[in-house]
């Protein structure tokens, strides 16, 4: 790479390039200084992120990276919002301990991605100036030749690809490793090679994913492509905050659902939130006092996360109805109740006492938001939870009902 000439930028400018690569990122490959010294130079870069579309919702953890997205986007960078219908049929292995048991069609993939335009633009602009592209990376990846595969594949060893964590766990276990999704980092790591671009941004378990393209760049190019990290939105047991068990915290989220749903995390979940999610100041974040003011700092993240993706008003009335149904416990005085055994399935037992008219109306429920238990102050986030102790549950917007477990 030639050398640039070091003069920092004035004023506000050079703020936010150290606010870029600082705040929300985890690390930066070769290093931070190489990369800080090209954009310090004045020259814009092509950048991208992929998003392999197995669910049709983009969530709060996915906000991370737009977020970073945006800033990249507002100091006049070439973005590109990469949708992976190529990748998305390989089945990227990050994280998994089995292989999965199913990979989606091209077909599945498109359908799953149609809305992420609209959602991810709660967050980025796709139009006006300087607007973010989309692209689809099965516009190349589905016309490569036998022999353009063999050429990408040759720049890779089988110790190279299966000395991921996860793929040690799983020989360790004994469980399968499919060669299709053995193979994805290379698909993943041709993108880079197919749009020529200079970084490439991500969540820090996509890091060997990402290196896989900057060394590809290197082999086929003889190009330095930079990487750079973000940290995954977890609390401080490293649990994901974004995803559990049959449920999403949406972008898309109604204000109250998105509201109620923040505000059933946990309290260690405060400061990354603050952190990764927000503009509030690092030296505000600091003084912060959890173990005094969780409550109100957390309906405080809740409010501006609720304004950031719907509008200030919508956070208000958000927040008043958070405090009408939990707070003030305004619930009515008479409540329908039914008895039922512990261990039971609660949708199972609401549809078995009519409060539902079947168990797919009680998934589209906790998918919304709109299952609450009121004893926790909490919404329900897991469609499978079973009973294991009297419950007074608000279903919707006005349906009340006591659980009493014998």
Request: a positive charge; proline letters at 3%.
């Amino acid at each position: 790479m030639k050398a640039v000439k070091k003069d920092l930028p004035a004023g506000k400018a050079g703020d936010k390039i150290t606010e870029l690569l600082t705040r929300g990122v985890d690390k930066i490959y070769p290093s931070k200084e190489a990369l800080e010294e090209v954009l310090r130079s004045g020259k814009k870069l092509r950048l991208y992120q992929g998003f392999d579309p197995t669910g049709d919702k983009l969530h709060i953890g996915h906000m991370v990276g737009l977020r970073k997205h945006r800033q990249w986007q507002d100091l006049g960078h070439e973005v590109i919002f990469l949708i992976g219908d190529g990748t998305g049929t390989a089945g990227d292995p990050t994280g998994k301990k089995k292989t999965r048991e199913k990979f989606f069609t091209k077909e599945e993939l498109r359908e799953n991605a149609k809305d992420y335009i609209s959602q991810a633009s709660k967050i980025v602009r796709f139009d006006g100036p300087n607007p973010v592209k989309i692209l689809y990376n099965g516009d190349w990846l589905d016309k490569l030749t036998k022999v353009e595969i063999l050429n990408i594949a040759e720049h890779f060893s089988v110790q190279q690809l299966i000395e991921r964590d996860m793929f040690q766990e799983r020989l360790k276990n004994k469980e399968t490793i499919n060669l299709r999704e053995f193979l994805y980092p290379l698909l993943q790591a041709y993108d880079s090679v197919a749009m020529d671009v200079d970084l490439e941004l991500g969540g820090s378990d996509q890091t060997f994913n990402m290196l896989a393209g900057r060394m590809l760049m290197k082999a086929m190019k003889g190009k330095e492509k930079f990487v750079m990290t973000t940290p995954l939105l977890s609390d401080s047991k490293g649990v994901k905050i974004g995803k559990s068990e049959g449920n999403v915290i949406g972008l898309t989220d109604l204000a109250p659902e998105l509201f109620g749903k923040i505000m059933s995390l946990g309290d260690d979940a405060i400061i990354p939130m603050f952190t990764l999610l927000t503009d509030t100041p690092a030296e505000e974040i600091e003084k912060f006092n959890l173990k005094k003011d969780a409550m109100a700092l957390k309906k405080k993240v809740a409010s501006l996360l609720v304004e950031q993706l719907h509008n200030k008003t919508s956070a208000k009335t958000a927040e008043q109805i958070f405090s009408d149904t939990f707070q003030k416990k305004e619930i009515p005085e008479k409540i329908e109740e039914i008895k039922t055994k512990t261990g039971e399935l609660l949708s199972e037992v609401l549809v078995k006492n009519k409060i539902l008219a079947s168990k797919g109306e009680w998934h589209r429920l906790v998918e919304g938001g709109g299952a609450h238990d009121l004893e926790k102050n909490s919404t329900i986030t897991d469609q499978n939870i079973k009973i294991t102790e009297n419950l007074t549950l608000k279903i919707g917007k006005k349906r009340f009902v006591k659980v009493l477990a014998g």
